[in-house]
């Protein structure tokens, strides 16, 4: 039973290393795939998709994919 519960740690430690988000704090723009722009203070990016996830102003969370944006950069 113990090697059991050893072998499911591993293999949840590996999982959750897979999961790769990238954070970036500060000021980002995030320009969309219509041409407008948003101005937000730090994004996250989950590596394996490209998803952005940010907060507006009212502490909102938002999330886009890939083909919801063109560019980002950040300060």
């Known amino acids: 039973m113990r090697k059991l519960g050893l072998i499911f740690i591993l293999i949840l430690s590996f999982s959750c290393s897979l ?38 102003e009212d502490g909102k969370l938002w999330s886009l994919f890939k083909e919801d944006y063109r560019s980002y950069s950040c300060n």
């Open 19 to 56: 999961l790769e988000v990238e954070e970036f704090t500060g000021g980002c723009t995030i320009i969309l795939a219509d041409g407008s722009s948003i101005q937000v203070d730090g994004i996250e990016i989950l590596e394996p998709t490209q998803t952005i996830t940010y907060r507006d």
